[in-house]
């Protein structure tokens, strides 16, 4: 304990050096040139939406009045379509367009559902209010039956209209948390993130609503877990090291993801990522790294490519000594994951990154964040990260 | 004295009805048959039945008929009895009581019944009056067509009849029978009604009855049971005067007459009727009707009336337009003759020689067959009877050493009254040591072969026992090739006798010494019968022993012959079932009927077709590129036809989707478009060879000859909905031989067994527990030849016999239509599954409008609340089942000219709007009608059928585009004339296919003329115009597509081909991405 409190404050050098970069490219406003064969997918106003969804309903329309037989195009969304741009890092949708057509039984009851779904967003557009996938779900339950088809054809309607679910203003109920360092307004309130106690700001589906209004944190740590964010709120980490913790509890849900970008693009600062020493932490990290394949065509405004996988590494197994009885084993399922995650392009682009994982699959363990607690409780905010961020151990 | 014996049993029950109508019915339609085949032989036969005419009986009743001419006629009868009455010239008594009193006279006086002649008079009146009522109502086609009239009528039988009858329910029937066939004359109706008269059995030929059993029975079984007499009218063409007869048969095969010959008037040319009464169980309607039905199906020539005892009519109306063809008078077989047969056949010859005798009676004897089974005979009598005839004279033949030997030879002398010297047989016995020494060695090695003949044939036996048993072809061969060596040996030892024969021959001819004459010998007459009982080729046929007679026979079995010809039997013809039962049954066979076979072909055909026309295109635009474009062509063509060979449309049990990956996987070309117009393709055929129809197929088998019967079989199978199903496993099945139904008897039968023997579950079919196949079918199948009473198990001819070749025919003949049949039947399958697909569809079709409603009216696209949702459900509702995509409809149309479809004008909505309200009626209207006519690609000119298809729109197109001046306001009728008219104008509309092609190319708007072109400009793919459309960027082929309007594969491809050659001229630039060509501008 004398130790800990003997380096109390760690300089966070590398973390800092990072943040200093960052300040002087300033803002280098990186305009994303898509790459040819991608589609472009455009964040709209109310009104630009709704003019789309017009012009679909108008076309359609028209083909019944010539054919009887309505048809309704939008891009693909089957992995062939899904095109990693290597120079932003980022998943993108390629420019196959699939037809479906009302007088065919395998997507009839889609695109009926789909026109359903197109109705609703109408209304929701026109009277400017949102709704979540849950209560869209709930307004027909007959005929989307599960929620996995209404939250397809929510996503379907996103990529027919070229635009991000949240211009449709549909919502996913977010689960995300923050605090930290930051001062935000939603509509009339504004909140400042560092005094909700030892909670957190819950992190609002409805972006739009929300204006950063400053900050003086110095880096973004994002957090896999609720309880490593409790840890790290209880101890005040931003009090001692200027940053904003924000946590998806779990996978991480648009509404974060989005969040997160708009931390990292208005403010500016690095993001260092902190999850489980297992496959699936690493996955969460692409996530908020290039976004996912589901949602590929919302990843310019989902992703944030220069979030750095800070821990835990699976070399900082050996590194922080922790003990054998808390690594667990990797399951059949767990190396089968981590090998399809070594065959993804941006895992081989980054050759850390790749030895990192080939490790944790020579060794056959994973771990938890909690692992660190081995090393008593407070191991993870006083001697981990701050080590970590000085030392510039991160990928 | 009436009582006779029925050489066919006639019992009480149901089938007694059946019976008597089975009994005519044969006879009259053989009657017809036999009329039309006499008359067709003549070159200019005036009163042969035309059968051009289609026949119309729908609202025609005998019955109705009938009863509106007894209404006017009925006065003037009851006039006429009451005048008469009042004049004392009839007798009040009924018509009961004078046969009665007529029958008493008869029995006096024997031969003649003594009426008076004014009773006679009466009675025919009657008889007329009778026949009168069922000819009349068809007097006026009474000449011109076959028809057949059956009444049956009934009555409380009298109780002193029916007393003495066990059986209940007895009552008395009238039946009538008329058949406009080739008549009696005088002297034929004479020999009517006597055993063994019929003229058919005279000849042995296809008929239907051919013994002469079956009339003169029912006739005695009237008689039998009501005591009335038989009443015959007939007439033959050669005849002025009908002949009217009442008669009694009698036991001793003679007729009684109650009614001499007369002659009367007749309505009819040709024609007989007869009327009898009979007692029977009360009549039960499913038996006779079943019968009669089963009769008009196989007899679809000839028109069938029945009037069932209730007035019920049923009416079979001539469908066929051609007459079968008459079979060829038939010689038996020798393999089918049996022993019974040839004594028959012997003892009733006037021909003097055994060759000739057989040569006469038999198919495939000739001459030399006749000689050879002569001298086989002769050859076995010599054996048997131990006497060998020598060139000049005959020798015994002895087994031992110590035997007399007697010789015979003819020599001339002259003895009896005579002077001169004749032949005389002269016996002899050999004395002298060295003769019979020398006969001695000659005649034991004739033993000696003897024993080896029975050795070798012993083998023989073996070896074919062995044959039996072995299972491998080789060794087979090798035993069969050990039998031919004995064979050979056989012929040998054949050879050696004659040798032998010869030797002994010489030895005696010239011998004089050592021979004795017996002058004065006990046995000559036997000796004498001996020699000539050995010679049977000299015997007369009519008196043949019985050691001649068995090895005649024996020799006549044991010689191969040729199978006997097959034009003797005579089928139905597989087309004219088809169309009976289609008619019959009221099926619904679209005319694609015929493509069920064929799809494959047919869309090679189109590739074909198209090919032929690109190559015209290309050689037409760019004659510098031309060769190599035609060879890259071909590679084209095989590309399409490999797709397209490789598809099996036949076997549709796959579903569209695994269709459609399929094609997926064999199509090399990676643009999904050209998939999407392939796979479009397939659909459409699909969808219009699957047509909900019924099914109906019919087989007829080749003649074939088994056993020395030629005949021929044929089925015919019809599945619909409409039939029921069967809850018994005997009603699918009808069987015919010769045309007649066989009702009774059905599970001893061979057809029975054949259709059994069918594994019916491979064609999709349930069956029955006794393997009969079950399901909404009818099963017909025919046996015709002209022996095939020899191939019934009974004189009943009811069942035939188990034959291995007969049944093995009937399941190849069965198996052919079953194939037929699963290909219906997955077909159908797939329709259901299409039509489910229609009414999930359907459901859909609301909530998805009402979406699209609400979003237009509540925002302010283009649309807004102009939008009706009742026409936006109607227009989906009736897209459903119907196949869009332009890109496929240009190529059907190019291959089939008179494809229409049903479509909805586009830019008139109003105008769909009445059209819809008239569709809307049917819920579901989603097949399109099968009104793909046969594929004549080079038929231009239209039926009237199709055009009145059309929409006056449609016609309108039509018309201009072939420059028809029409007026501005028309109606359709008018229009179809004018365009008909045109037809007659141009002949040369009818245009060879490659012109047609030439045009169909052409950059130009398209000429071909038809009402509807999607694609009105061929998007003209050049060089230049691609290097146009090619920029700075890359650009895949879609984009390429896109910017050219190509919207057919074809073009496509060619588009592919293009830049291929541009690449390798360097022309462009060229680079993959995403696993797909993108091409640029240098």
């Known amino acids: 304990m004398a130790k800990k409190e003997k380096n109390d404050k760690k300089e966070l050098k590398a973390a800092r050096e990072l943040f200093n970069l960052y300040l002087q490219k300033e803002k280098e406003e990186k305009s994303i040139d898509l790459p040819k064969g991608t589609v472009k997918i455009d964040d709209l106003n109310r009104n630009e939406t709704l003019e789309r969804l017009y012009t679909i309903v108008d076309n359609t329309i028209t083909k019944i009045y010539n054919t009887g037989r309505p048809s309704i195009q939008l891009p693909a969304r089957t992995s062939s379509n899904i095109i990693w741009d290597e120079e932003n890092d980022l998943l993108l949708l390629g420019e196959q367009i699939v037809e479906k057509q009302f007088h065919s039984l395998t997507s009839v009851a889609d695109l009926t559902r789909l026109m359903r779904v197109l109705e609703i967003v109408n209304e929701l557009l026109i009277k400017d209010i949102h709704a979540t996938k849950r209560e869209i779900f709930y307004t027909d339950v007959k005929l989307f039956t599960e929620q996995k088809n209404s939250d397809k054809s929510i996503e379907d309607v996103a990529a027919m209209l070229y635009t991000t679910r949240n211009s449709t203003h549909i919502v996913a109920s977010a689960k995300g948390m923050c605090v930290g360092r930051l001062r935000i307004r939603d509509r009339n309130d504004i909140i400042d993130l560092e005094g909700l106690g030892s909670g957190g700001w819950m992190v609002s589906p409805m972006l739009d609503n929300i204006e950063i209004i400053e900050s003086d944190a110095e880096f973004i740590l994002v957090v896999e877990k609720d309880a490593a964010m409790i840890r790290l709120a209880e101890d005040r980490f931003w009090k001692k090291y200027p940053c904003i913790i924000l946590t998806a509890k779990g996978a991480a849900d648009i509404a974060t993801r989005m969040f997160l970008k708009r931390l990292s693009k208005e403010l500016n600062l690095p993001v260092f990522s902190l999850v489980d020493s297992d496959p699936y932490g690493h996955y969460i990290h692409s996530v908020y790294l290039r976004g996912s394949k589901r949602l590929s065509y919302e990843s310019p405004f989902l992703a944030t490519p220069n979030i750095k996988l800070l821990g835990v590494l699976t070399r900082d197994l050996d590194k922080y000594k922790i003990p054998e009885e808390v690594r667990l084993p990797m399951k059949p399922m767990d190396v089968k994951r981590t090998k399809e995650l070594l065959k993804e392009d941006f895992v081989k682009k980054n050759k850390q990154w790749e030895l990192d994982l080939s490790l944790a699959l020579k060794l056959k363990k994973k771990a938890e964040i909690q692992a660190l607690s081995q090393h008593g409780f407070e191991f993870l905010t006083n001697t981990y990260l701050p080590e970590k961020l000085t030392t510039g151990d991160w990928i | ?1082």
């Open chain 2, 1 to 1082: 004295m009436r009582k006779r014996t029925q050489l066919v049993g006639f019992e009480f029950g149901y089938w007694k009805h059946v019976q008597y109508c089975a009994e005519f019915i044969d006879n009259a339609l053989d009657a017809i048959e036999g009329f039309q085949w006499r008359e067709l032989e003549k070159l200019d036969s005036k009163i042969k039945f035309s059968l051009d005419q289609e026949l119309f009986l729908e609202k025609f009743s005998i019955v109705e008929t009938a009863k509106e001419e007894k209404k006017t006629q009925h006065l003037n009868n009851e006039a006429k009895h009451t005048l008469m009455q009042e004049l004392g010239l009839e007798s009040i008594e009924s018509e009961e009581s004078i046969i009665q009193e007529s029958k008493e006279k008869l029995e006096e006086s024997g031969e003649i019944s003594e009426k008076e002649e004014l009773e006679v008079e009466e009675e025919v009146k009657r008889i007329i009056d009778d026949m009168q009522e069922i000819i009349k109502p068809v007097e006026n086609i009474i000449d011109v067509e076959p028809i057949v009239i059956v009444r049956m009528r009934e009555f409380e039988a009298p109780s002193f009849l029916t007393s003495e009858i066990s059986q209940k329910n007895v009552m008395s029937y009238t039946f009538e029978i008329f058949d406009n066939g080739t008549g009696m004359s005088k002297i034929d109706l004479r020999k009517f009604g006597k055993y063994l008269a019929s003229s058919k059995s005279l000849e042995l030929k296809q008929t239907r009855g051919s013994q002469g059993f079956g009339a003169p029975s029912a006739f005695s079984d009237a008689q039998n049971t009501t005591g009335k007499p038989v009443i015959a009218v007939s007439k033959s063409m050669d005849n002025i005067y009908a002949t009217v007869t009442e008669f009694f048969t009698t036991s001793k095969n003679e007729k009684k007459y109650l009614i001499h010959p007369t002659d009367i008037d007749s309505a009819f040319l040709h024609g007989t009727y007869i009327k009898l009464n009979y007692l029977n169980v009360k009549y039960i309607r499913g038996y006779v009707e079943k019968y009669i039905e089963e009769t008009a199906f196989m007899n679809p020539h000839i028109t069938i009336m029945y009037i069932d005892p209730y007035g019920k009519e049923k009416m079979y109306r001539r469908l066929a337009s051609s007459f079968p063809r008459k079979p060829k008078y038939a010689k038996s077989h020798p393999s089918s003759v049996n022993i019974g047969d040839l004594q028959d056949l012997i003892t009733k010859t006037e021909k003097k020689t055994i060759s000739s005798f057989l040569q006469d009676n038999f198919v495939r004897i000739s001459p030399k067959t006749a000689r050879e089974i002569v001298d086989k005979a002769e050859n076995d009598l010599q054996d048997n009877l131990k006497l060998l005839i020598l060139k000049d004279g005959f020798v015994t033949r002895t087994q031992k050493h110590t035997d007399k030997i007697h010789y015979f030879r003819n020599e001339k002398r002259v003895y009896g009254r005579s002077d001169k010297p004749r032949d005389k047989l002269i016996i002899y016995e050999v004395e002298s040591d060295d003769l019979r020494k020398k006969y001695w060695d000659l005649i034991s090695k004739y033993n000696t072969f003897d024993k080896d003949y029975e050795k070798i044939n012993k083998e023989i036996k073996k070896l074919n026992n062995r044959i039996e048993k072995v299972e491998t072809k080789k060794e087979i061969k090798n035993l069969e090739k050990r039998i031919k060596h004995f064979l050979i040996d056989i012929e040998g030892i054949k050879k050696e006798k004659e040798n032998i024969k010869d030797q002994l021959n010489i030895l005696f001819k010239n011998v004089k010494e050592g021979l004795i004459e017996l002058k004065k010998f006990k046995n000559r007459s036997d000796f004498e019968d001996l020699v000539s009982e050995v010679q049977i080729s000299k015997a007369k046929p009519s008196d043949l022993t019985r050691e001649q007679f068995n090895s005649l026979f024996l020799s006549f079995k044991s010689i191969k012959y040729m199978a006997p010809p097959t034009d003797t039997a005579i089928p139905v013809g597989d087309s004219i079932l088809e169309n009976t039962l289609i008619k019959e049954l009221g099926l619904r066979i679209s005319e694609n009927l015929d493509d069920f076979d064929i799809p494959v072909d047919e869309i090679s055909q189109t590739s074909s077709i198209l090919s032929e026309e690109k190559k015209f295109a290309l050689e037409k635009e760019d004659q510098k590129v031309k060769e190599e474009i035609s060879v890259d062509y071909g590679e084209i063509a095989d590309l399409d036809s490999n797709i397209l060979a490789n598809i099996d449309i036949k076997d549709d049990s796959l579903e569209f989707q695994q269709f459609k990956q399929n094609i997926d996987e064999i199509l090399i070309i990676p643009e999904d478009d050209s998939i999407q117009s392939y796979s479009d393709v397939f659909e459409y055929f699909i969808e219009n060879y699957t047509i909900d129809d019924d099914f109906v197929a019919a087989e007829t088998r080749d003649p074939t000859s088994g056993k020395g019967l030629a005949y021929v079989v044929e089925a015919v199978m019809a599945y619909s909905k409409n039939i029921e199903i069967p809850k018994r496993s005997r009603d699918v099945l009808s069987r015919f031989v010769n045309r007649t139904p066989k009702l009774r008897d059905s599970a001893d039968c061979a057809i029975t067994k054949a259709v059994q023997s069918v594994n019916w579950k491979n064609y999709n079919l349930d069956t029955y527990d006794n393997s009969l196949p079950k399901g909404p079918i009818k099963l017909l199948v025919n046996v015709s030849g002209p022996f095939v009473h020899l191939m019934f198990k009974s004189q009943s001819k009811n069942a035939l016999a188990d034959d291995e070749d007969l049944i093995k025919e009937i399941k190849y003949c069965l198996e052919a239509i079953g194939r037929k049949l699963r290909i219906y039947l997955n077909r159908r399958a797939s329709i259901h599954r299409t039509e489910k697909r229609a009414s999930l569809i359907e459901k859909y079709i609301p909530i998805f409008v009402k979406s699209l409603y609400n979003i237009t009216s509540k925002g302010d696209g283009k649309y807004g609340r102009k939008v009706a949702r009742e026409e936006l459900e109607d227009l989906m509702k009736n897209a459903i089942g119907r196949k869009p995509s332009p890109i496929v409809e240009e190529k059907i149309q190019l291959e089939k000219p008179l494809v229409k479809k049903k479509e909805i004008e586009k830019e008139e909505p109003k105008k769909i709007e009445t059209k819809e309200v008239e569709i809307k009626k049917e819920v579901i209207p989603p097949k399109i009608e099968p009104i793909v006519e046969k594929v004549k690609p080079k038929k231009v000119i239209y039926s009237e059928k199709t055009l009145n298809n059309w929409t006056i729109k449609e016609l309108k197109e039509y018309c201009l585009e072939n420059k028809i001046n029409i007026s501005s306001k028309v109606r359709k009728a008018d229009l179809i004339k004018i365009i008909q008219e045109s037809f007659k104008e141009k002949p040369l509309v009818e245009k060879p296919i490659t012109e047609a092609v030439v045009e169909a190319v052409k950059p130009e708007p398209r000429v071909i003329s038809k009402p509807k072109t999607i694609q009105k400009t061929l998007p003209l793919i050049t060089t230049e115009r691609i290097l146009e459309v090619l920029s700075g960027e890359w650009q895949t082929i879609k984009h390429l597509i896109f910017k050219l309007k190509i919207k057919d594969m074809m073009d496509a491809r060619y588009l592919q081909l293009k830049l291929k050659e541009l690449e390798r001229k360097g022309g462009i630039l060229v680079d993959l991405k995403m696993g797909k060509k993108h091409w640029k501008l240098k």
